[in-house]
């Protein structure tokens, strides 16, 4: 893994706009996997400013996302079809029906997953996916413990992770217990990855993911076999890893 150190947040997101920005304007169709979350909010903003500024048009591209809370419709704010729609897809000139996000409302819930793992291998693989890390190693919602050949699938959040979600909540009651998925086997196919990590409580994350050994029980440790991943991480964030 190639490691991007920068100096803060900020720097960061713009960075990793620059790497996403070079895909959409080199690319005819750029396949976009996008990840929720604190961590791409800067990144989403420095699109949208490259955007009005005229230098990038999404009119060519298509995005999947990794995933979305189980019973939450689209249309609630806490939704990541929403997350997405307000900070990124309403500001930009993106065709909304080649923006794919897990419908976590959907009758049959394996039968969406199915679906939506099929769509993307209709797509021949992501092109550039973008990821966030949770404090316990996971990717998209692929808690400890599943598996690295894990397709779009439904699972059970930790319960590390719904507190650490409770920020955008009303209370911890109201955090979803589920989640729909894209898997660690889907996410491992893309061709490129940009892991954005900030902050300093997430130091020992990126310490376990740099030093510590590749194991189910912390799923991001997979990235370390992956041929194209470029982690681009703030200094407080690093500041945990052996020299
Ligand atoms: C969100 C996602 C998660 C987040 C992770 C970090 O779509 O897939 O893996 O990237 O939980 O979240 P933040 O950025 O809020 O610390």
């Given at each position: 893994?190639?490691?991007?150190?920068?100096?803060?947040?900020?720097d960061m997101s713009r960075k990793a706009a620059e790497i996403v920005s070079e895909t959409i304007n080199t690319m005819d169709k750029p396949v976009l996997g996008l990840a929720t979350g604190s961590t791409p909010e800067g990144l989403y903003q420095c699109l949208i400013n490259e955007?009005?500024?005229?230098?990038?048009?999404?009119?060519?591209v298509t995005t999947f996302?990794?995933?979305?809370?189980?019973?939450?419709?689209?249309?609630?704010?806490n939704s990541y079809r929403y997350y997405m729609y307000d900070k990124l897809f309403r500001h930009i000139d993106i065709e909304l029906e080649n923006t794919y996000v897990p419908n976590g409302v959907?009758?049959?819930?394996?039968?969406?997953?199915?679906s939506y793992e099929n769509l993307i291998q209709e797509h021949a693989s992501i092109d550039l996916q973008i990821l966030g890390i949770g404090l316990n190693g996971h990717i998209g919602f692929n808690e400890p413990g599943?598996?690295?050949?894990?397709?779009?699938?439904?699972?059970?959040?930790d319960e590390i992770t719904r507190q650490a979600n409770a920020r955008f909540f009303k209370s911890l009651d109201d955090v979803p217990t589920q989640a729909i998925t894209t898997g660690i086997g889907t996410i491992m196919e893309s061709k490129k990855i940009i892991l954005l990590i900030s902050g300093e409580n997430k130091a020992e994350t990126v310490a376990r993911l740099v030093n510590g050994e590749i194991s189910e029980t912390f799923p991001a440790s997979i990235l370390n076999e992956h041929s194209n991943v470029?982690?681009?991480?703030?200094?407080?964030?690093l500041s945990k890893l052996s020299k």
């Open positions: 893994m190639n490691i991007i150190p920068v100096k803060n947040y900020q955007h009005k500024e005229g230098n990038i048009s999404f009119r060519h996302n990794l995933d979305e809370y189980v019973g939450l419709h689209g249309s609630d704010p959907a009758e049959d819930l394996e039968k969406e997953c199915t599943t598996s690295f050949t894990s397709r779009t699938h439904i699972v059970e959040l470029t982690i681009i991480a703030d200094v407080a964030s």
